[in-house]
């Protein structure tokens, strides 16, 4: 849902803000982008800072102030903010890489000992609220976290979403959630817990087996659960619940409650609770609502450890899923090839790809929904990390350059996420040498062996070393956790410089992460090139165990756009043995001129 407005209408809201803070005696306002399950991608209901300024990247907060109003988004969004924020009278703050909290030292910087600055304690982290609180109070400023000024200014504010839950059943959910349970369990044991309390969506859908779409992209729901060794409470709207799946929840020693009543039970536990709470996944106002009586044990939850370590068998399903997501691609891209070259067709747009791809996905069996919105950018478009075209805004793809399409879908046996580039028309030798520095980045991690255990920050660098070798970087990780059917995005590990190499981020068979360099030249043209990867063994040695990636994304990519004399005979050997696979996988489900386009892009190089 984007909350689309004039600059004119935007100032108005900006003037109730302001206007609301000065009856509260709010000196600052700040509006994260976060719900009460801190999630990447929000419903409606909590796309307050889009609301206030009209920015619609999924990262980013707002601060107002009586004289002033700033968005802090990072370098992925630099371009898409000047773009959406021009005329609003709301500034761009950019933070660098690694820096994602500088707003808190711009608040305490500007704000003067006595003043007020105040957030929704609903919507921030409990981890960002110890780092704010700390910040404002060495400077006697004051933090208030008990009030929402977007529901006294925001008349038309969006409800809840109502969408039913639904089971993620066999064969695709491979582990009952009995089990899953009996997992968690013996996890909040060896803490010495007694009751684990979750609020991040999809650890709770991973842990229940079920799925819904309250969240864009995200086959998730709204909910908060509780467990205790000998029940679960799973804290969800009214009526979300169908009453044949109440009954198989109910089987398994699910209790449901109402959505709104998680703070009460938290408030409600009693004293002899050890209640273990993950300060990274966790609100301020939830853990305020926490009775005093409570110990409270700080880790990780267990789910986010358990649902990034696919089993074998959703390990099986992704693979088979890859193979129907692959020929999808295949039709989409024999159908824009033939688009480009048809001289009679309609001007091709941006806007179009996306439907168009998101269509093939649909025919396939087992799809869902796309796993994001698509990027889909030509020429200077591509080098806005976090494009997204639409009605208003989009380019005409015609003429020559580079098109770069990052795309992927939710199926019920996996989740996919992937970026090609491809030559539209004449492409030029300096195209050819980006595109090929960053193919290079890709097959360098592609074919890295590493100890199992190491830290998913420490091998960003394997990737970048043929990019920086040219002296050229680019400004994002490298690569992300993919979830199972679930979130694209999701942790614990994390390929970028700007996550700290924690214990919670080691390398662990199962895990799926995609591996994506990139490099991009503002107002010329972008490139990226994406693959998700699977953690498994590569050896045991007297020095241990050893990780490798097997690739699971099978396309194509452009070898128009490959320089071959910069690439080595092992990287040659590695293009030719993955478009080998590719053939072979794929050929089966394809036919046509989709076939005929995966054997021409396939050939040996």
């Given at each position: 849902m984007t909350i689309y407005a004039s600059t004119g209408e935007r100032a108005g809201r900006l003037e109730a803000l302001r206007?609301?803070?000065?009856?509260?005696?709010?000196?600052?306002?700040?509006?994260?982008?976060?719900?009460?399950?801190?999630?990447?991608?929000?419903?409606?209901?909590?796309?307050?800072?889009?609301?206030?300024?009209?920015?619609?990247?999924?990262?980013?907060?707002?601060?107002?102030?009586?004289?002033?109003?700033?968005?802090?988004?990072?370098?992925?969004?630099?371009t898409q903010a000047e773009t959406e924020l021009a005329g609003s009278g709301v500034e761009l703050m950019k933070i660098p890489s690694g820096a994602s909290l500088l707003h808190i030292d711009w608040l305490a910087a500007k704000m003067a000992p006595g003043q007020t600055v105040a957030v929704d304690a609903s919507v921030l982290g409990l981890a960002t609220a110890r780092l704010l609180s700390d910040a404002l109070s060495a400077r006697g400023i004051l933090l208030r976290t008990d009030i929402d000024l977007l529901d006294e200014v925001w008349s038309e504010r969006p409800g809840l979403p109502d969408d039913p839950v639904f089971e993620h059943a066999a064969p695709f959910?491979?582990?009952?959630?009995a089990a899953k349970l009996a997992a968690t369990r013996k996890a909040m044991a060896s803490l010495g817990a007694n009751a684990h309390f979750i609020s991040t969506l999809d650890d709770i859908a991973y842990l229940f087996n079920l799925r819904g779409a309250d969240v864009s992209f995200n086959p998730v729901f709204l909910a908060h659960a509780l467990v205790t060794p000998e029940r679960a409470t799973l804290f969800v709207g009214d009526d979300k619940v169908p009453t044949a799946l109440r009954a198989s929840l109910q089987a398994d020693g699910v209790h449901l409650a109402r959505y709104d009543d998680a703070a009460n039970a938290l408030a409600t536990l009693g004293s002899e609770t050890r209640l273990l709470a993950d300060p990274r996944r966790i609100t301020a106002g939830m853990r305020a609502a926490v009775g005093a009586g409570v110990r409270v044990i700080e880790a990780v939850n267990p789910t986010t450890?358990?649902?990034?370590?696919?089993?074998?068998?959703?390990?099986?399903?992704?693979?088979?899923?890859?193979e129907q997501d692959g020929a999808a691609l295949c039709e989409f891209f024999a159908w824009l090839e033939t688009s480009l070259q048809d001289s009679r067709r309609e001007p091709l747009t941006e806007v179009a790809i996306d439907r168009h791809i998101t269509a093939a996905r649909a025919r396939r069996p087992g799809f869902v929904s796309p796993s994001f919105g698509?990027?889909?950018?030509?020429?200077?478009?591509?080098?806005?990390?976090?494009?997204?075209?639409?009605?208003?805004?989009?380019?005409?793809?015609?003429?020559?350059?580079?098109?770069?399409?990052?795309?992927?879908?939710?199926?019920?046996?996996?989740?996919?996420?992937?970026?090609?580039?491809?030559?539209?028309?004449?492409?030029?030798?300096?195209?050819?040498r980006d595109f090929t520095l960053v193919l290079k980045g890709l097959i360098a991690l592609s074919m890295a062996q590493y100890p199992r255990g190491t830290r998913s920050p420490l091998l960003d660098s394997i990737a970048r070393a043929p990019i920086w070798a040219a002296g050229i970087d680019f400004g994002h990780g490298t690569g992300h956790g993919v979830g199972y059917f679930l979130n694209v995005h999701e942790g614990p590990q994390s390929i970028s410089p700007s996550t700290a190499p924690d214990p919670h981020t080691a390398m662990e068979p199962g895990m799926i992460t995609s591996i994506e360099p990139g490099i991009y030249r503002p107002g010329k043209w972008g490139i990226r090139i994406e693959n998700l990867v699977l953690n498994v063994p590569a050896a045991s040695t007297e020095f241990g165990e050893f990780l490798r990636f097997e690739t699971l994304t099978l396309c194509p990519i452009d070898t128009r756009c490959m320089d071959l004399s910069i690439l080595r005979a092992d990287e040659r050997a590695w293009i030719n043995d993955y478009h080998a696979t590719v053939r072979a996988r794929l050929a089966p489900h394809v036919s046509g001129a989709a076939a005929a386009w995966l054997r021409t892009r396939t050939e040996e190089i």
């Open positions: 206007a609301a803070m000065q009856r509260h005696r709010i000196d600052a306002f700040v509006v994260p982008s976060a719900d009460p399950h801190l999630s990447e991608y929000l419903p409606g209901h909590w796309k307050g800072r889009e609301w206030l300024s009209g920015f619609t990247g999924s990262v980013g907060t707002f601060i107002a102030t009586s004289s002033f109003a700033g968005v802090w988004t990072d370098g992925r969004y630099w959910a491979s582990t009952t959630r450890f358990a649902k990034s370590r696919k089993t074998n068998d959703e390990a099986a399903h992704v693979r088979a899923t890859m698509t990027i889909a950018g030509f020429n200077a478009n591509g080098a806005i990390m976090h494009y997204r075209a639409t009605e208003q805004s989009h380019a005409v793809i015609e003429g020559h350059g580079l098109l770069l399409i990052d795309s992927g879908g939710q199926y019920l046996g996996g989740t996919t996420d992937i970026t090609r580039v491809v030559a539209v028309g004449e492409i030029s030798d300096a195209h050819r």
